[in-house]
């Protein structure tokens, strides 16, 4: 497998389930994002790794929110008490920092997302 | 905080028209990228831009990254069926995230 993969595809709930997602990198990168998307807008940047470290995580982001990236490979996003504003694309990438002078490219590789809906 | 807006929202072309977006940023970026998502899609990699002034090309598409590093554009020249989707610049400013746009959906008429 060369790419980004998230599971599950779609994800249907009802308001105040938590839920998990799951996202795997492609395996050398070491940088890690989730994202939220609705429709008709760009990705909204949620939180950031770099290995296990979670490095930095949106201010926007309420306490219902959490993302662990354990060993540094796949990582999760939890979403506790889930409300109807909730419901979006949660989109997952990865990129591998180079520490090579001059050579900065921060390529993204995304993956085709959880589409998670809150009835 | 951080802004990033990009101009036009919509855009429809005949095929072989050529086509521009712009992207603007409040604050003065380290790196800018730009991305293409076609409908249902998920976004893919187009390009990163680090200089000032910087351009490149790839193809038909040409990209800028503005003297001050707070704008950046993406033109693509003679439009083809397969340039649809939505254009996506993401800014980055210092810490780790980026920011993106909100995006220019292309629709080409042949």
């Known amino acids: 497998d060369t790419g980004v993969s998230q599971d599950p595809r779609h994800k249907i709930t009802k308001r105040g389930q938590n839920v998990t997602f799951r996202c795997d990198p492609i395996?050398?990168?070491?940088?890690l994002y989730w994202y939220r998307q609705t429709l008709g807008q760009g990705p909204e940047f949620l939180t950031y790794?770099?290995?296990?470290?979670?490095?930095?995580k949106s201010r926007l982001l309420s306490d219902r929110f959490s993302a662990e990236r354990p060993k540094g490979s796949f990582s999760t996003l939890e979403i506790q008490r889930t409300e109807q504003g909730d419901s979006a694309m949660y989109l997952c990438?990865?990129?591998?920092?180079?520490?090579?002078?001059?050579?900065?490219?921060?390529?993204?590789?995304f993956g085709p997302g959880t589409r998670l809906t809150v009835l | 905080g951080q802004q990033v807006m990009q101009i036009p929202q919509y855009q429809h072309v005949q095929e072989g028209e050529d086509f521009t977006t712009y992207c603007n940023s409040s604050?003065?970026?380290?790196?800018i990228q730009w991305y293409k998502q076609r409908p249902g899609g998920h976004p893919v990699f187009l390009i990163q831009l680090v200089k000032s002034g910087e351009v490149k090309k790839q193809k038909r598409l040409t990209f800028q990254f503005g003297e001050a590093k707070k704008n950046s554009s993406l033109h693509i020249t003679a439009t083809q069926t397969t340039d649809v989707g939505t254009y996506f610049c993401a800014a980055h400013s210092g810490t780790y995230k980026y920011i993106f746009g909100t995006g220019t959906r292309l629709k080409v008429l042949a």
């Open positions: 790794f770099q290995n296990e470290a979670q490095l930095e």
């Open positions: 604050t003065t970026l380290s790196n």
């Open positions: 395996s050398e990168h070491n940088r």
């Open positions: 990438a990865s990129s591998y920092r180079r520490f090579v002078p001059g050579a900065s490219n921060n390529e993204q590789f």
